[in-house]
């Protein structure tokens, strides 16, 4: 995505309304002409009839002209805007995880929103105007030099001058209007930052600081803001200067010449009449050549952004990576495990279960985040079968988000694979290990729409009966019935018009509503009352049943009934058993056992 192959995939639109604009000078240009001519029929007392008729059609001609140029380069504008706003959407929708979580949401904003705006006005308008202008320019100083070329020098002269000085100011202009765009994006990225935060804020009693630093960021926009526009007022003043000293000095040589009978009078109008189109074309060329470098700017963010690493780019290397693995694999003659071959069972339709050679197996998993000092995942394997409840515990850190992000290929190791029913995660086209497995995060974000629209977010084609069959396995029946519009109840942003609880069983609901093969719940108890986490944790043991449930759990009452635990600390696999058998021979799990479970124990024996 470039400046120029932007203009060019919009290249017939942009032409037509370029090319109107060119008759629309053609047709202003030849004015003065027509008028020298209207006042030497009337000097010479023939009839002033066509020449009348002639100009009247052209400034019909001219407005029409004018109309459809500029309908034609706004429209191609927006068609421009359209394309880098679909684009860099697409592009942020399907960017890898790491590479999203370094951008800053604010900066993301300003240049989807405000950079392609500005790229719009650099690439239609100015491109437009640059040529028109240009093409005017050109045109008045060859019909000047045709009417009086000394004059034309005398013009020239002071003309050349403001030029320069307008020169000047246009390329100053284009800087300050960079650090304004920079200033107001800040200003973009701080705000965003405190509202997302806004409870914290408000809890810490930091709103007048906030406002205080928002409004220095909002000040920083507002001076380079004003750079700009005391720039911009200097541009059309410092042309009327060089103007104004060339009409006089045409007026008075010209009067003098005319006088003597050297300079016809129609000769002397028409040139007087051209000077004043001239000026107006150079000063819009100036702003105009401005503007576009302005205009570049902000496509050269917006392919920034538009380059942000994709997650199709990682399936492919990938697999490209797989084929050179097998590629020697079959060198060495060595038959790799029938399930583990990349590729095998990857045509399988996304959602459909198979036989399952074993749910999930991590074989010597090493991850480390971008720029981490330490990985985050060290060596991990481990083999968990088709059905069953698994936890996994252990101290912040430990690196059992990670775990899961992996699993969902967020990410992918370093070392080792992951396998799932057997198949190399890496071999599965995303869409299909996406749909085969169900996540619950900790903070479980729900999106704006009804509940209904929430709870098939993944799978809009439920039936009402598979949407029933997951809200009662969720424990959400009664919510739902409770709600003045049922499953039609609209839902604020993030899901408000739920409590914590209810939202987290909602997205368990949505989870289960896909028949995952394995389902990942990150915490999903933690906003859970007491009531509400038993019912859960039935929940979970019958899911268990149907397919292997892979739970992170700080609350280690609710692992107690798991059917094995895998104890992580610092990114290795410590231990795994079960409640009893860590507790016996495992410190790591007894500390944490018996800080968490401590509550619990005593509450039980009241
Ligand atoms: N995006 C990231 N960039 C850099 N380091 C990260 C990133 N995400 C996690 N880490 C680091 O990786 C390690 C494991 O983090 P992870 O979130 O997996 O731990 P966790 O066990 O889930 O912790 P918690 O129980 O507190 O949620 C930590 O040291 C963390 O600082």
Redesign the pocket.
């Known amino acids: 995505m470039n400046t120029a192959a932007i203009a060019a995939r919009h290249r017939t639109l942009l032409a037509t309304g370029i090319l109107l604009g060119v008759a629309g000078t053609a047709a202003t240009l030849v004015q003065p002409l027509l008028i020298g001519d209207l006042i030497e029929a009337v000097a010479l007392d023939r009839s002033p009839v066509w020449p009348i008729v002639l100009i009247a059609s052209l400034f019909v001609a001219d407005a029409a002209l004018a109309a459809g140029h500029f309908y034609l380069i706004g429209r191609a504008g927006e068609n421009m805007v359209l394309d880098m706003r679909t684009t860099l959407t697409g592009r942020l929708l399907h960017s890898r995880l790491?590479a999203f979580?370094r951008l800053e949401h604010g900066d993301v904003f300003t240049r989807t929103v405000a950079d392609t705006s500005v790229a719009r006005i650099a690439l239609s308008s100015s491109l437009s105007q640059i040529i028109t202008s240009a093409l005017t320019t050109i045109g008045c100083v060859a019909v000047m030099a045709w009417i009086d070329w000394q004059m034309l020098l005398v013009t020239a002269g002071c003309l050349g001058v403001a030029s320069a000085v307008a020169l000047g100011l246009a390329r100053a202009v284009r800087a300050a209007a960079v650090t304004n765009r920079e200033d107001t994006s800040d200003f973009g990225s701080g705000l965003l930052r405190v509202l997302g935060a806004l409870t914290t804020v408000k809890a810490s009693r930091a709103e007048a600081r906030e406002a205080e630093h928002i409004g220095e960021l909002a000040d920083a926009a507002r001076r380079s803001g004003i750079r700009v526009t005391r720039l911009t007022a200097l541009l059309m003043p410092s042309m009327n200067v060089g103007t104004q000293v060339s009409l006089a000095v045409v007026i008075a040589w010209g009067m003098a010449r005319t006088a003597t009978g050297e300079l016809p009078i129609e000769d002397l109008t028409a040139f007087i009449m051209y000077l004043f189109y001239l000026v107006s074309p150079l000063v819009m060329l100036f702003m105009s050549l401005g503007e576009l470098q302005q205009g570049r700017a902000a496509v050269d963010r917006v392919r920034e952004l538009a380059a942000i690493e994709q997650e199709q780019e990682q399936e492919q290397e990938q697999k490209q990576g797989q084929k050179q693995d097998q590629g020697s694999a079959r060198d060495q003659g060595s038959a790799r495990e029938q399930g583990s071959k990349p590729g095998s069972g990857s045509g399988s339709v996304p959602g459909r279960r198979r036989e399952a050679a074993g749910a999930i197996e991590f074989r010597e998993v090493s991850f480390r985040?971008?720029?981490?000092a330490?990985p985050?995942l060290d060596g991990i394997s481990f083999s968990l079968p088709p059905t069953g409840v698994t936890a996994v515990v252990?101290p912040?850190?430990?690196?059992?988000?990670?775990?899961f992000q992996l699993i969902e290929r967020f990410h992918a190791p370093d070392r080792g694979s992951i396998h799932l029913g057997g198949t190399d995660t890496a071999a599965l086209p995303l869409a299909e290990l996406r749909a085969r497995i169900g996540l619950v995060e900790q903070e479980s974000p729900l999106m704006r729409g009804t509940v209904r629209e929430n709870l098939t977010y993944a799978r809009p084609d439920a039936t009402e009966a598979e949407m029933a069959d997951a809200i009662r396995a969720a424990h959400l029946d009664q919510v739902v019935e409770a709600l003045p519009q049922g499953l039609d109840t609209p839902l604020g942003e993030g899901g408000t018009g739920l409590s914590g609880g209810q939202r987290q069983r909602l997205a368990i609901a949505r989870a289960l509503l896909t028949r995952p093969d394995l389902l990942l719940l990150d915490e999903a108890t933690a906003h859970l009352d007491a009531d509400a986490e038993a019912a859960l944790r039935q929940t979970i043991a019958e899911v268990g049943t149907r397919c292997h449930v892979l739970t992170?759990a700080?609350r280690l009452s609710a692992t107690i009934d798991a059917d094995r635990i895998l104890v992580?600390e610092d990114g290795r696999l410590r231990a795994r058993g079960s409640h009893t058998d860590l507790m016996d021979r495992d410190p790591t799990y007894r500390r944490l056992a018996t800080r968490q479970l401590a509550p619990a124990a005593e509450g039980a024996a009241r």
């Open positions: 790491g979580h985040h971008h720029r981490a330490a985050a252990g912040s850190g430990a690196g059992k988000t990670t775990l992170i700080h992580v």
